[in-house]
């Protein structure tokens, strides 16, 4: 018998539902929400409240473009955390609503962990998935980690960030130029055209695996005040050089330590995932390392960069296989690691 799980995401700003059946991608429907745009970051109570009303259509267009009906359901994954407690609770109290409904266990997905699973989401039979173990460098706006991944429920954190996260870099010295909340795509972009040597940034340098991009942010802050007081139209002029130089430094720390996690580990797969590695100079530089290196490379589809239920779906499908259910007074976190 076909094993259908719907997967529920809703831990940040988007609220997504998609139905996968025995590990086939269906359906994957997110809804984004603009409210929080004039605000230059996510307001907590106003996505909570935009789940709200997302929640019920998303999961019913799901449904609609997977060609199921609620009945066809074998179990309903959530994203328990981490994430914004109010919009964690939607999610949560929806799927435990909707499994008492149709009688059906839940599963309860840790967002990261989707993430990492991401790679695992097949559109087609023979899509490749990466063999176990891989390395998986996962860069959000939230989280920057090197994830050893031994199996889909055994992932260890060898790497992380000791203060703000890859995408809170883009994000901040985004901002300092005058650019529009999230700024990560906007420095993508205007990079496209920039040279990446005409400035040079601090970075970190740290013995370990982590991760610290907290002196890249005040370098770059630096530099740009101290050229705005010659020439106030300095960030103007040269926001493409700017932008290329910004992205080239945060491309060179990540693959540092990526470099070095590789060596360690003696990993011969590598994947990327988060909200960042839908940066194409992210993208791009990973690729060629890869090669380089001759290790295999998963980089995600851009619909599956950012926070979405399919990956919720699969992480919540294998979960089912080893029946680890969830239980009803199970509790949202705000915090978890791995
Ligand atoms: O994984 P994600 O959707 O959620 C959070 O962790 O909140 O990641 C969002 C982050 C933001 O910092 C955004 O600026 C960044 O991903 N991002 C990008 C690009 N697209 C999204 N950063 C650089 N280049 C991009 N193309």
Not at 318 to 337: E, I, M, Q, S
């Amino acid at each position: 018998m076909s094993i259908t799980i719907l997967g529920i995401e809703s831990s940040c700003d988007d609220t997504s539902a998609a139905v996968i059946r025995d590990g086939i991608l269906l359906s994957n429907v997110i809804a984004s929400q603009s409210v929080h745009e004039e605000y230059g970051g996510v307001v907590p109570e106003l996505a909570s409240r935009a789940h709200q009303q997302n929640i019920v259509p998303v999961v019913d267009t799901a449904l609609k473009r997977a060609g199921i009906s609620k009945s066809d359901l074998s179990a309903i994954a959530f994203t328990r955390g981490p994430g914004l407690l109010g919009s964690l609770l939607v999610g949560t109290s929806f799927a435990k609503g909707l499994s008492v409904g149709l009688r059906i266990p839940i599963v309860d997905v840790n967002h990261l962990h989707g993430h990492v699973l991401s790679h695992f989401v097949r559109e087609k039979e023979d899509d490749e998935v990466p063999e176990y173990p891989f390395l998986c460098l996962l860069i959000s706006g939230g989280n920057s980690q090197l994830v050893l991944v031994k199996n889909y429920n055994d992932m260890q954190i060898i790497g992380q960030t000791i203060d703000d996260a890859a995408g809170e870099a883009f994000d901040k010295c985004a901002k300092v130029m005058g650019l529009p909340y999230p700024g990560g795509p906007f420095i993508d972009r205007l990079a496209a055209e920039g040279d990446p040597k005409r400035f040079k940034f601090a970075k970190p340098h740290i013995a370990n695996l982590d991760y610290s991009f907290s002196g890249l942010k005040t370098s770059f802050l630096y530099t740009l005040r101290d050229a705005v007081k010659e020439n106030p139209n300095f960030i103007e002029e040269n926001k493409a050089d700017l932008a290329a130089s910004l992205q080239a430094t945060i491309i060179a720390i990540l693959l540092d330590k990526l470099d070095k996690a590789v060596k360690q580990t003696g990993v011969k797969t590598v994947a990327i995932g988060g909200g960042v590695s839908a940066n194409s100079g992210v993208r791009a530089a990973v690729a060629d390392y890869c090669e380089r290196h001759h290790l295999k490379a998963f980089i995600p589809k851009r619909a599956f960069t950012t926070d979405n239920a399919a990956m919720v779906a699969i992480a919540g499908y294998y979960k089912y296989l080893d029946k680890d259910f969830c239980p009803y007074d199970a509790a949202p976190f705000a915090r978890v690691t791995m």
